[in-house]
């Protein structure tokens, strides 16, 4: 169909032309020139005020916290199994364990009830993803964290201008991780940062975003040359991506509020059909503010998860699951551990259902869909 309603719709937010053309201009296309800088201060500010260092990815700002935390083999790090391969890459790639434990049903995050349980004298970090950018229970999260001894990863990439008490995500770990790909709020094609608060990586992250040498240093006038003297790799994105990137992060709070109103559009249109017992709309604790990133319904079964996509697409509704579990991914059963049984994790992901969000998205387009969800739930 021609009119259909698509999941994602990629927009611009004004400028990203205007400065895209600055950039050619000013004939620094590499990284860390001046869109990057503007960016790195924008990035900070949003998430509290840690510094801020832009990467080609989320992936790569994981993959830097990895290299930060010193991960080597035998290594374990505690996350969730609900989540995108790249959290427990960044740990596999150190020669690590990812160790999964189970999910929260309401927030559909990491169940920090479940993390002691976890622990071993193996374990050096807890990396957590705030899902749909809801945020995890930091305040427990963090305790724990800090009765053990682990870092705190966060892996932000849904969490953009989303808080926890007030406080933003991604300003709470030792590390945070954002995302700017083209399915998140804000966008540059492919993006990504790595916010680093804790003060003593700051100087060693510069160093490793800049390939393993001090180079930074040497530009700031620090030292006489730069040299390799650490790991690293080739973690910035062009000026040409961070153009487009500062456009966004201008409009990232306008962007957040458009989103919003069409995820309280959704929520307030299908509060009969979750009383009906029809199906499941997110739940938000009240301590969370999120950013309208995902809206999702949880079907009444699998089988039933399956009828209803195949229903909305006959109705013109691009509609689609989430993550398969990596506990039981190939990879997950290769490299990762699995200490416990995942029941609310295999429930929700066989049940899960994320309804078109974008900025393009009108009120006519939300009515149809949720139309499309009634006729798809008798």
């Given at each position: ?6 999941f994602?719709a990629?927009t ?5 032309f ?5 950039a ?5 296309l ?10 790195h ?9 840690g510094?801020a260092?832009?990467t080609h ?12 935390c ?13 989540t ?10 150190r020669?690590?364990v990812?160790?999964?434990v189970?999910i ?6 990491i ?9 071993t ?6 990396c957590v993803?705030h899902?749909?950018?809801?945020a995890c ?5 963090s305790?724990f ?5 682990l870092l705190v990863?966060e ?6 201008h989303a808080?926890?008490?007030g406080?933003p995500l991604?300003?709470?770990g ?7 790909h083209?399915t998140?709020?804000?966008i540059a ?7 680093v608060n804790?003060p003593r ?5 510069e160093?490793i975003?800049e390939k ?16 390799w003297?650490d790991?690293?790799?080739s973690?910035l994105p ?5 153009a487009f990137?500062?456009?966004?992060l ?8 458009a989103?919003?109103?069409s995820?309280?559009r959704?929520?307030a249109a ?14 938000v604790?009240?301590?969370a ?5 995902i809206y999702?319904?949880?079907a009444?079964s699998?089988p039933?998860?399956?009828a209803?996509?195949?229903r909305?697409g006959e109705?013109g509704?691009?509609?689609v ?8 991914a190939?990879a997950?059963?290769?490299?990762a551990?699995?200490?416990?049984p995942m029941?609310?994790?295999d ?8 309804l ?9 387009d ?8 009634g006729?798809a739930?008798?």
């Amino acid at each position: 169909m021609s009119d259909r309603v698509p999941f994602n719709a990629p927009t611009l937010a004004g400028k990203e032309f205007d400065y895209i053309r600055q950039a050619l201009e000013r004939r620094h296309l590499a990284g860390n020139g001046h869109f990057s800088k503007a960016c790195h201060g924008l990035i900070s500010d949003f998430t509290g005020g840690g510094r801020a260092l832009l990467t080609h990815s989320c992936t790569a700002g994981l993959e830097m916290a990895a290299l930060l935390c010193d991960l080597g083999p035998g290594d374990e790090v505690l996350m969730p199994s609900f989540t995108f391969a790249s959290t427990a890459n960044a740990v596999v790639l150190r020669g690590a364990v990812p160790v999964f434990v189970d999910i929260r049903p309401d927030t559909l995050n990491i169940d920090e009830t479940l993390l002691e349980a976890a622990v071993t004298p193996r374990t050096r970090a807890v990396c957590v993803v705030h899902y749909a950018g809801v945020a995890c229970d930091m305040e427990a999260i963090s305790a724990f964290a800090r009765r053990y001894g682990l870092l705190v990863i966060e892996d932000a990439a849904q969490a953009l201008h989303a808080t926890w008490k007030g406080r933003p995500l991604g300003g709470f770990g030792d590390f945070a991780a954002l995302s700017f790909h083209e399915t998140k709020n804000v966008i540059a094609g492919e993006g990504g940062a790595l916010v680093v608060n804790n003060p003593r990586f700051a100087l060693r992250a510069e160093i490793i975003w800049e390939k393993g040498t001090n180079r930074a240093q040497f530009y700031r006038g620090e030292i006489s040359r730069y040299t390799w003297v650490d790991l690293g790799s080739s973690f910035l994105p062009s000026e040409v991506t961070a153009a487009f990137l500062l456009a966004q992060l201008e409009q990232s709070r306008e962007i957040t509020r458009a989103r919003l109103q069409s995820w309280n559009r959704y929520h307030a249109a299908l509060a009969p059909l979750e009383q009906a017992g029809r199906l499941r709309r997110p739940l938000v604790p009240a301590e969370a503010g999120h950013n309208g990133h995902i809206y999702y319904v949880l079907a009444r079964s699998a089988p039933a998860r399956e009828a209803m996509l195949a229903r909305l697409g006959e109705l013109g509704v691009s509609a689609v699951i989430h993550y398969v579990p990596l506990h039981s991914a190939p990879a997950g059963l290769r490299f990762a551990r699995t200490p416990a049984p995942m029941p609310v994790t295999d429930d929700v992901a066989a049940r899960l259902v994320r309804l078109p969000m974008h900025l393009a998205l009108t009120e006519a387009d939300v009515d149809r869909v949720v139309a499309a969800l009634g006729d798809a739930t008798r």
